[in-house]
């Protein structure tokens, strides 16, 4: 228990009659564990004040993220767990950051050599230029396919 303060034993000495005196004391008694848990209060009103701030912080951090999914819905889950682990959109994703496939959720095809669908060969003869595509004939099964 704390001590009683010179200013608290003169106001209890001041006091005319011994009623008096008994309740200025256990007002004393009082005040002090009072004191006592005001304080207590109060840090454990700023601690509960900074964790609902860490949580606003992750929440928009976590919101923030979201804008960033524009993509295909297979990617978009991939991109979701990125964000919920701490690391970018984009991590360990084939999407390039920055690229105009990101921003409109179109990806362009990769520059691939064309292969049969049929068989799989990349030995196709080159037929003709399409609006649509070009067309091949594979040279192993005979297959005719656009690509």
């Known amino acids: 228990m704390a001590k009683l303060t010179e200013a608290k034993k003169r106001e209890i000495e001041k006091a005319s009659t ?10 004393v008694m009082i005040e002090t564990p009072m004191d006592l848990i005001r304080c207590i209060l109060q840090r454990h ?4 004040i900074e964790v609902m701030r860490e949580q606003h912080q992750e929440i928009e951090r976590l919101r923030e993220g979201l804008k960033l999914i524009t993509c295909e819905p297979i990617n978009a889950e ?4 990125n964000i919920l682990d701490g690391k970018p959109a ?19 095809e990769e520059d691939q050599a064309p292969y049969c669908h049929e068989c799989g ?6 037929l003709a230029q399409y609006a649509n595509g070009r067309e091949y004939m594979c040279r192993v099964c005979g297959k005719e396919q656009m690509l």
């Open 45 to 48: 009103e700023e601690s509960v």
């Open 78 to 81: 991939y991109m979701a767990q």
């Open 121 to 126: 060969s990349e030995d196709l003869a080159y």
């Open 18 to 27: 011994e009623q008096e005196k008994v309740k200025k004391a256990a007002w």
């Open 90 to 108: 984009h991590y360990d994703t084939m999407i390039k950051v920055g690229d105009d496939a990101v921003r409109t959720g179109e990806r362009e």
